[in-house]
């Protein structure tokens, strides 16, 4: 595909949008429409980078935005709710939008997507993210569109205001982080950027017919995750190991106060799932070059030009 061609990317101003948008301009890319709900991490793009279209919708409802897929070369799929209190949220921007882009495609002749599934749909946590992300990329296997399927695991990386990223913010605030449990949680973190490079791979080779794992290569407990972030940030906080129930207990009271919390008591049983993912050779299939874990953080929190760089909730 060439560069001047038309790419949508719906929901793509939270954190892997704004990293693949980074990604496309280095390659060139420069007609970008980013279709999201979320007007300040919008006006973060813009101020970003000058010149990309976009715009301020709710994909869930039928509107003018439609219009923008006429002419469009692909789609990258990357609206998702990841956490609420209710199942509400999750149905209407994992399912409903997802309706509805779907049909502008159709109807506008768009001819490639790429979806950003997650590496839940195989998880055994049953919550409200998972069931729905499960039923999101059955829609799109079954919409007769080509496309190809991701499946991350947990990113960090550029603008992330959920996981990691929120994580450093707090730890660097308190004297004392709290660690549900001992900690040792194996994950398999994956670095935006790289799976951002592997997206900017699919739109070029135009790969289809695949369901794609897309894991961390390195295998990680979650109390190293902290230590890591904490030597990246020069944060002074004291790590304490708390009982999961005391820990899920907290996450409950937090809910009272706060209507959207970044860490719910659904994502800490996923954390203790103890869930391990397929890892496939994705830096020779995509041809990309892994970052590894260590600098990816030092990048992530240090980088002169995004380091600085937060979205909001």
């Not at 101020?47 to 869930?60: F, K, N, Q, S, Y």
């Not at 001819?111 to 950003?116: E, F």
């Not at 190809?148 to 990113?155: G, H, Y």
Request: charged share 25%; hydrophobic share 45%.
């Amino acid at each position: 595909m060439t560069p001047e061609r038309k790419i949508v990317l719906p929901g793509g101003a939270g954190l892997v949008g704004q990293n693949l948008v980074v990604q496309l301009r280095r390659r060139g890319f420069t007609n970008l429409v980013v279709l999201d709900k979320h007007a300040d991490n919008l006006a973060v793009l813009r101020r970003l980078h000058p010149g990309i279209v976009a715009e301020c919708v709710d994909l869930a409802e039928p509107g003018a935005w439609d219009a923008h897929f006429a002419g469009a070369a692909a789609v990258v799929m990357l609206q998702a709710q990841i956490g609420a209190l209710e199942p509400g949220p999750f149905v209407r921007n994992n399912l409903l939008a997802t309706e509805r882009v779907l049909e502008s495609m159709r109807r506008h002749g768009v001819p490639y997507l790429v979806h950003v599934s997650s590496s839940v749909v195989e998880s055994a946590a049953e919550d409200d993210y998972t069931g729905t992300k499960r039923k999101q990329e059955q829609m799109v296997l079954t919409s007769g569109i080509d496309s190809i399927v991701l499946r991350p695991t947990l990113m960090f990386g550029w603008f992330d205001r959920k996981h990691l990223g929120w994580l450093a913010r707090f730890m660097k605030r308190v004297p004392v982080f709290p660690i549900p449990g001992d900690g040792r949680y194996m994950r398999q973190p994956l670095y935006a950027a790289d799976f951002c490079r592997i997206i900017v791979s699919c739109i070029e080779k135009r790969m289809t017919g695949r369901i794609c794992n897309i894991s961390g290569l390195e295998k990680i407990d979650y109390i190293d995750i902290i230590r890591e972030i904490r030597r990246a940030t020069r944060a002074r906080a004291w790590l304490l190991n708390l009982p999961i129930g005391a820990f899920s207990s907290l996450l409950r009271l937090w809910s009272v106060f706060d209507r959207n919390p970044p860490f719910t008591a659904d994502q800490l049983r996923a954390l203790v799932a103890h869930d391990e993912f397929e890892v496939i050779d994705w830096p020779a299939l995509f041809e990309v070059i892994p970052t590894r874990f260590a600098a990816a953080i030092d990048e992530t929190f240090n980088d002169p030009t995004y380091a600085a760089v937060t979205l909001r909730f």
